[in-house]
């Protein structure tokens, strides 16, 4: 218990301390930000910061920092170091510089960016990279609340009865402008999954019936999947994940002052770190151990299992947050997943967005793709977009170190981007080389290839970083 309450105060003090390091790194000011430069009443719109705050909350959460970090917790304690270490360093860093890049850039999307400050080629791959993993996330969040809302529900009302309703809810969400539906709604949702955090957190600590094992760096895995890299995979949102690179541009479009950027980009990812540690504590103290965890998982899924852990702990109240945090939550995520794959969408083509029409003409065929995939394995989905996750993370740092360079930031100051971004090219290559899904290469290799691709990624940005330097010092 006393290493689960340290990881909650290490957190708050890295929103203090580091994210305000990482503030003075990009260098706020008081420039006027594209909600009022570029207002067109659906997707550049003024938010007051406490709204944009909850708003990126639950768009870059949803069920991610629960399910991930459930399943996290499997490895035992050692995840709490994972959420820990991975947000401050990582996640948190990667969420603000991604949107406040983007908010220099008029809101430009992750793959307009990559364009920008790395190369054409970046610009394309990552058009079709980002479109595909919002396709991805947007449909992994139809299939999880259609299920369990089938399983509460009679029987006439099937999974692929609430899908099509599903379906179109993301429809209306992802056409209306963003303070008609997102705005008024969704900070409201956002404090829910807050409130069932701290309730958890709350039962963790003063119910008796329940201990929070301490941090070991000992693999608990029922199945023996090795820590590295399946851990830092498993548990994207919460620690760090390509996902919110996608999303924090949609806000940088609504946010009024660049000096707001650290409470809402940093301050939402630290407060889903939170969330994550929460949940990854109470899947250990309730079940007892990881073997009886993993045998939940597997045998009810992960929305049963949310659901016990609250109705149990909380009692019918905590069922009643289960229910919405289940539900409501991954919505929420998915229909802004196709949200931003029609920004990524409009940008590729021209289509102004203020035209209704025009975001129908972008909208549908996203949904129709989307009403596809979720007839594919839910376990499939989620192995293919964890992975994306963490190679979208890669790229958009990367992104981040091109931009503080191009705009002459000192070196040590680049390595707040650039050091994440090494080590999460190592976690993306090396699972990719070991997965089932990938090629499934013996450790033996994957580990020294990984290692050697960041390192190698490490030293050629250094050289580029002195020859850069050189040239700006000549001109």
Request: contains cysteine; aromatic residues 12%; hydrophobic residues 50%.
């Amino acid at each position: 218990m006393v290493s689960f309450i340290a990881a909650l105060a290490v957190l708050v003090l890295g929103f203090f301390f580091y994210g305000r390091f990482t503030e003075k790194v990009f260098g706020p000011d008081d420039r006027v930000t594209p909600a009022v430069s570029e207002n067109d009443g659906v997707d550049f719109v003024p938010v007051k910061t406490w709204k944009a705050v909850l708003i990126q909350l639950l768009n870059i959460a949803g069920t991610g920092p629960i399910f991930g970090a459930l399943m996290g917790a499997c490895f035992g304690p050692v995840v709490f170091l994972w959420i820990v270490l991975g947000a401050i360093l990582g996640g948190a860093v990667h969420d603000y510089m991604g949107g406040m890049i983007s908010e220099r850039n008029k809101g430009a999307s992750i793959a307009e960016l990559s364009g920008k400050y790395l190369n054409k080629k970046a610009l394309y791959v990552m058009r079709i990279f980002s479109v595909l993993l919002l396709l991805l996330t947007g449909t992994v969040f139809i299939t999880s609340p259609a299920e369990l809302i089938a399983d509460l529900t009679p029987s006439v009302l099937s999974k692929g009865v609430w899908i099509v309703i599903i379906l179109a809810y993301y429809l209306l969400a992802t056409l209306m402008p963003i303070d008609k539906i997102i705005g008024r709604f969704y900070p409201v949702f956002g404090v829910v999954l807050i409130v069932m955090a701290v309730s958890i957190a709350g039962g963790l600590i003063f119910l008796p019936d329940y201990s929070v094992p301490e941090i070991s760096l000992e693999n608990l895995h029922p199945d023996n999947l090795p820590v590295w890299p399946f851990m830092f995979v498993t548990v994207a949102c919460g620690a760090i994940s390509g996902f919110h690179a996608t999303q924090s541009p949609m806000i940088a479009k609504c946010i009024t002052s660049e000096k707001e950027g650290r409470k809402v980009f940093y301050g939402a990812m630290i407060i889903e770190s939170v969330i994550a540690l929460v949940w990854a504590a109470a899947g250990v103290a309730f079940y007892g151990g990881t073997q009886l965890l993993n045998d939940a998982i597997s045998a009810n899924g992960q929305s049963a299992t949310v659901y016990e852990i609250c109705k149990n702990m909380l009692g019918s109240v905590g069922g009643v947050l289960a229910i919405i945090g289940v539900v409501v939550c991954p919505i929420t995520s998915g229909d802004t997943a196709f949200r931003s794959a029609r920004l990524i969408l409009a940008e590729w083509t021209g289509l102004k967005q203020k035209s209704f029409k025009n975001r129908l003409i972008l909208t549908i065929p996203l949904l129709g793709i989307g009403a596809v995939l979720t007839q594919l394995d839910f376990n499939i989905l989620w192995r293919y977009f964890s992975w994306s996750n963490q190679t979208l993370a890669m790229v958009s740092l990367w992104v981040a170190t091109q931009y503080l360079l191009k705009n002459g930031k000192k070196f040590t100051y680049t390595l707040v981007t650039a050091i994440p971004a090494s080590f999460m090219s190592a976690v993306s290559l090396t699972y990719i080389l070991m997965a089932k899904e990938g090629f499934s290469i013996s450790r033996n290799i994957a580990y020294p290839v990984g290692a050697v691709f960041a390192a190698l990624q490490l030293v050629f940005y250094m050289l580029y970083y002195r020859r850069i330097s050189l040239k700006q010092a000549a001109a």
